[in-house]
């Protein structure tokens, strides 16, 4: 019984502290973000121009043709695009970075004062706000200045090679769906049959989406599904009415 009162004292049951752990999908944001991008696109994007080369009524292989060279075309593009786009978040947090080091070199205490402010903001009594500001500069001056004034924190960090290669490998995999449900299809079907399984591709990515990163299931789903149809939607127009590859 004093153990199990010792353990309520924290308003928690004995023990609990030391077995609970919390799961939080901060740390998937990366490469999350990269792969419902690539994937996304590469569906929609691929689909697109296999429904406007179909509504051209152009030929099977044509049809085929055209599809696999956006499939390339598009990996090589998302992977260069993510790795310019994430690199340049990261040039800018270690710009941040070594202008923060070199401000604690060259004013220790006003970059204290700044951070004990930074707590007392965020609800902290001025006392406790500078021990907590003293302890965390004697642990780590750089890093609590990176955290809670910068807002860099080791989960989101930017990495741009995990970020190149998750879109263009999740790009090349979107793609491929409609590439091979085009294959299967006479080319007087391949813009209908591309557009109603491509839709349910992109159904499933936002469920999966949704369910990875903790979000509400219907909204993901309508989100993708929506805008994926108006791109279609668009290409398939031209191609009938222009009569050429879009």
Do not use: C
């Not at 689909?47 to 390339?72: F, K, N, P, Q, R």
């Not at 075309?73 to 310019?84: C, F, I, L, Q, W």
Request: aromatic fraction near 2%; charge should be negative; charged fraction near 15%.
């Amino acid at each position: 019984m004093a153990q199990q009162r010792d353990g309520l004292r924290d308003g928690l049951p004995h023990g609990h502290g030391s077995r609970h752990q919390e799961k939080h999908r901060t740390n998937r944001v990366g490469w999350l973000r990269a792969a419902v991008l690539g994937a996304n696109d590469g569906i929609v994007s691929t689909a697109s121009l296999l429904v406007g080369v179909a509504a051209a009524e152009a030929e099977h292989g044509a049809i085929m043709v055209a599809g696999a060279a956006g499939l390339v075309a598009g990996a090589m593009s998302m992977a260069a695009g993510e790795y310019v786009s994430v690199s340049s978040q990261a040039d800018t947090e270690q710009a941040d970075l070594a202008r923060e080091r070199q401000e604690l070199v060259d004013d220790a205490a006003a970059e204290l004062a700044e951070l004990t402010g930074i707590y007392v903001h965020r609800g902290l009594d001025p006392a406790l706000a500078r021990e907590v500001a003293l302890q965390l500069t004697r642990h780590d001056a750089l890093g609590a200045h990176a955290r809670d004034e910068l807002g860099i924190s080791e989960a989101l960090a930017a990495r741009p090679v995990q970020a190149a290669l998750t879109s263009a490998v999740m790009f090349s995999i979107g793609a491929a769906l409609p590439l091979v449900t085009a294959s299967l299809l006479p080319a007087s079907r391949i813009a209908l049959g591309v557009s109603l399984t491509s839709l349910v591709f992109l159904g499933v990515l936002g469920g999966v989406s949704a369910r990875a990163g903790g979000a509400r299931l219907g909204t993901a789903i309508l989100r993708v599904t929506l805008w994926g149809a108006l791109a279609m939607a668009a290409t398939a127009l031209i191609g009938s009415l222009l009569g050429v590859s879009v």
